[in-house]
């Protein structure tokens, strides 16, 4: 590693850096952190020359030496297009370990490597190993489980001792290593690691990982460093004014300056380049083709450069007036640049020709397919299919490891390459959706936008409308997806493709509040001759035709492949509670099953949805908030506001105006509807049904009327209404909600309707079918609202003993569920018909754990062990036994067995 602005200390022997105070306290407190226990992670962000891999070196050996294990990654320009390059560094040691990894993790890992897909022996098996490996074949690629295989590891790691994981130029790490690495910096807990990033402001996102950002030296801590590098006093105030305060440049210059001699005015990175390429342009012309070999080997090692080096004529011993001149350093290990820009600058300083050859002669000679695939497309300038098709099935090699960045680059090179125009626009379509797989919207879309602009062909155009679609719903216009889907689904193109295509439209326009995109796309299915009765199912549900739709809905119901989803869609529209909750419970389970990271927040979000209703809140924060921290950890931007909403509805329950405002302002489409039914919830509950009637009648006149939400909150519409004095208003919404809730049947909704009805009407008898339909039914919230309308009716009555039979449950429902406006008004109502209303509970026993809290004790109390209960919620055992520690005092309990005793339901 190089020491760009450290001297040795002249008391201690220790290394000492200028001006980085602060940086060091940084990198110090993760050292203690995790000799606590504890993980932390840390990015090091700035220029070239700023000192970063000074302060990686400087806190490998605090860490070192206070006990730590030190993992060393450092990302290589030559290898940013070679699948999991950087993270095979820290894997390959580690390879005895992958045994003790999860079925799925430990098969993920051995594709990293390139190992055989089973590994280890057949003992070594679990019971369904095989399934394991079926259902990851079955299931689309999810480039996460290896990020959770590495957490993992790197928790197994720390049960011996602490680790302290140093990753340097981040910048070129090749996105899968860089995902993998960033996954499991954010997820790890108590498990006494830590991580630290090194990277340059570009090429290296790491949101949600705190960062600090080595400022350029000071005048005072500058000159100290020239100092020790015995720069003339003559010469030291041109270099402090051209060097800026960067250490590298300080030193650079400090080597090159000259009396009178001057420096262009670059940018230090530049300038710093320019006098590497100065001092290599010095060199023999042979050593400068073994940096050029060196720098474009793409860490492949020294017998890859001395292979390519005979092919040119150069060998080992040209190397040493690099050695002499302090550019390199040669080991047994290989060929290292002091600084990574050294390296830059041997590349780049040389003729176009003279890198073809270079890159043509570590093709010829590379071992391994995807190292020559990296050269290949350096060394050839023309189009040439044969190059090409290597490309191409490097780009499958690396789709299977999930690499999708990765397969996208070598696919997009494959397209530069390839002759055929039609050929090429396939490939350049493909390389966008691989891109798009890989995380990588806007370059998804800048390769989509190519297909366009390159042919008239429909296949191609078709894919590269998908991936457009899909980048404007992940930018959060899902209208405009659909509408790219129904354009593009023309005339020319395989039905079966033009069909998929309608189907996903359909999805997205009915989240969007486009109905008659729905419409169309159902129409179009039709006259396809490939009618699909979910599709169909929702076009009727927009049109009104309830029966039509749920029944349709219910019949399309798949429950395998990748359209389970769906299923759990159409069952939380239709308002089968049951079937949602059981649904949605079953996929969750099967993605914890077989580490299917990507595949959870949507998931987990129906899940939420239906837990609300249910009443089950606590935990539905938990299954929110899982979902919130993997969308992060994936980069799913858009799914934060649709979960915030989701979370919304228990503030406004609880009346928790605040809250409930921040957590619906940012949401559009059919999740605008739901907010809009959220705030409206939080209106009526804090008496003020004007505002809740205004807000809900625009959403039902409105392009998302269709939304099942909205459906759901037809007793507020109801109620509000009647308690402004408009009972007129709620007349047509409340006609749609009883055809609806007939067509479905469900109890709760056939409850609501007759609650609704008896508002209107003070019909008694309306009032007692709606609380006998209510018996067992899945929402508590509604039911209690049904005892306390049908309550405060009888006590209007003078029927206080009866009142007080329905006032008594509705408040204990309403302070279970910590609806304290709601609760309010039943203690009052109980009071004024003469009933004893207590003070509100002390907080239930759940409420007083957090959400991750909770997810673990409840799994504890099944009797899962803390690595079971680890692999399903993609934590480490030791954070598993952390959360369980700081849940037994709350919980008033001391051991796993005690759980049992508890009611956790």
Not at 577 to 584: G, K, N, S, T, V
Not at 783 to 789: D, G, K, P, S
Not at 869 to 890: M, N, Q
């Amino acid at each position: 590693m190089p020491r760009i602005s450290k001297v040795s200390g002249s008391d201690t022997g220790t290394e000492v850096l200028h001006g980085r105070h602060a940086e060091q306290a940084a990198l110090a407190a993760l050292v203690e952190e995790a000799l606590a226990g504890r993980s932390g992670a840390l990015v090091v962000r700035g220029e070239a020359g700023i000192g970063k891999s000074a302060l990686l070196e400087w806190a490998g050996e605090r860490a070192e030496a206070a006990g730590l294990r030190v993992v060393r990654v450092t990302g290589i320009e030559a290898e940013a297009d070679l699948a999991f390059a950087g993270l095979a560094g820290v894997l390959w040691p580690l390879q005895s370990r992958l045994d003790r990894l999860p079925k799925p993790q430990a098969l993920a890992l051995r594709s990293v490597l390139g190992g055989p897909a089973d590994g280890g022996s057949a003992a070594e098996e679990s019971a369904d190993g095989g399934s394991a490996a079926k259902e990851s074949a079955d299931d689309p690629t999810d480039r996460f489980k290896i990020g959770l295989a590495v957490l993992t590891l790197l928790a197994d790691l720390a049960e011996e001792r602490p680790v302290y994981c140093l990753v340097d130029d981040a910048q070129w790490l090749d996105r899968a290593s860089a995902d993998a690495l960033t996954f499991a910096a954010r997820r790890l807990g108590a498990d006494g690691v830590a991580m630290v990033f090194a990277g340059r402001e570009e090429g290296f996102a790491a949101p949600g990982l705190a960062e600090v950002r080595p400022a350029r030296l000071g005048e005072d801590d500058a000159v100290r460093l020239l100092g020790a590098y015995g720069v003339a006093p003559a010469v030291r105030g041109r270099v402090l004014a051209e060097a800026e305060g960067n250490p590298l440049a300080l030193r650079e210059f400090a080597a090159v300056a000259r009396e009178g001699s001057g420096v262009e005015p670059l940018p230090v990175a530049d300038r710093v380049l320019a006098a590497f390429r100065e001092r290599i342009a010095e060199l023999p012309e042979r050593t400068q083709t073994m940096l050029l070999l060196a720098a474009a080997s793409a860490g492949s090692g020294t017998r890859a450069v001395l292979a390519a080096g005979e092919v040119l004529g150069v060998g080992l011993g040209d190397l040493q007036p690099a050695e002499r001149a302090g550019l390199i350093r040669v080991s047994d290990t290989g060929i290292a640049f002091r600084h990574p820009l050294i390296a830059t600058a041997a590349y780049r300083g040389m003729t176009m020709a003279r890198r073809v050859a270079v890159h043509r002669a570590l093709a010829e000679t590379a071992i391994d397919p995807d190292t020559r695939a990296l050269h290949l497309p350096l060394m050839t300038l023309t189009p040439d299919e044969a190059v090409a098709g290597e490309l191409v099935a490097a780009g499958e090699r690396a789709r299977r490891r999930t690499a999708c960045a990765t397969a996208g680059s070598l696919y997009g090179q494959a397209a530069r390459l390839t002759p055929d125009p039609g050929t090429r626009a396939a490939r350049l379509a493909e390389a966008a959706a691989l891109a798009l797989s890989g995380g990588e919207v806007d370059r998804a879309a800048d390769l989509a936008d190519q297909v366009r602009g390159s042919t008239a062909a429909r296949m191609p155009l078709a894919a590269a409308a998908r991936v457009r679609a899909a980048v404007e719903f992940e930018r959060g216009d899902p209208a405009d997806a659909a509408a790219i889907l129904v354009e593009s689904a023309a005339d020319g193109l395989p039905r079966e493709e033009a069909a998929g295509m309608l189907r996903t439209a359909a999805e997205y326009a009915w989240f969007a509040a486009v109905p008659d995109a729905v419409t169309a796309a159902a129409q179009r299915l039709d006259a396809l001759g490939e009618p699909d009765p979910a599709v169909r199912g929702l076009a009727a549900l927009i049109a009104g035709d309830y029966p039509t739709g749920v029944g349709l809905l219910r019949k399309s119901a798949p429950e395998d492949g990748g359209v389970r989803m769906r299923a759990v869609h159409h069952a939380w529209i239709t308002g089968d509670d049951a079937a949602a909750l059981a649904r949605a419970s079953a996929e969750v389970a099967r993605c914890r099953r077989y580490g299917l990271v990507g595949a959870l927040p949507d998931v987990l979000q129906v899940l939420a949805q239906v837990q609300v209703v249910v009443g089950a809140h606590r935990d539905a924060e938990a299954s929110a908030a899982e979902a919130a921290a993997i969308a992060r950890d994936t980069g799913a931007r858009q799914r934060a506001w649709q979960l915030d909403t989701v979370v919304a509805r228990i503030a406004a329950v609880e009346g928790d105006e605040e809250r409930c405002l921040e957590l619906t302002g940012l949401s559009t489409g059919t999740g605008r509807v739901a907010a809009d039914t959220m705030v409206s919830l939080l209106d009526l509950g804090l008496g003020r049904p004007e505002e809740a009637l205004k807000r809900l009648l625009t959403a039902w006149r409105g392009p998302g009327g269709h939304a099942g939400v909205l459906m759901g909150a037809t007793g507020d519409l109801v109620e509000a209404a009647v308690r402004a004095g408009e009972q007129e208003r709620a007349d047509e919404p409340l006609r749609r909600f009883r055809a609806w809730a007939a067509a479905g049947g469900q109890p709760w909704a056939l409850s609501m309707a007759e609650r609704c009805l008896a508002l209107l009407s003070e019909d008694e008898a309306h009032f007692a079918r709606a609380v006998r339909l209510h018996e067992g039914t899945s929402r508590p919230f509604e039911r209690a609202r049904t005892e306390l309308l049908y309550g405060e009716w009888l006590r209007r009555a003078r029927r206080r003993a009866d009142a007080r039979d329905l006032l008594e449950p509705a408040l204990e429902t309403f302070d279970r569920l910590r609806a304290r406006p709601w609760a309010e008004r039943a203690r009052a109502e109980l009071r004024a018909a003469g009933g004893s209303a207590s003070a509100p509970a002390a907080a239930a026993l759940l409420d007083r754990l957090t959400p991750q809290e909770l997810q673990v004790v409840r799994l504890a109390a099944e009797g899962a062990s803390s690595r079971e209960i680890g692999a399903k919620l993609f934590l480490s055992p030791r954070t598993v036994e952390y959360h369980l520690y700081k849940a037994y005092p709350k919980l008033g309990v001391s051991s796993r067995r005690e759980l049992n005793r508890l009611d956790l339901g």
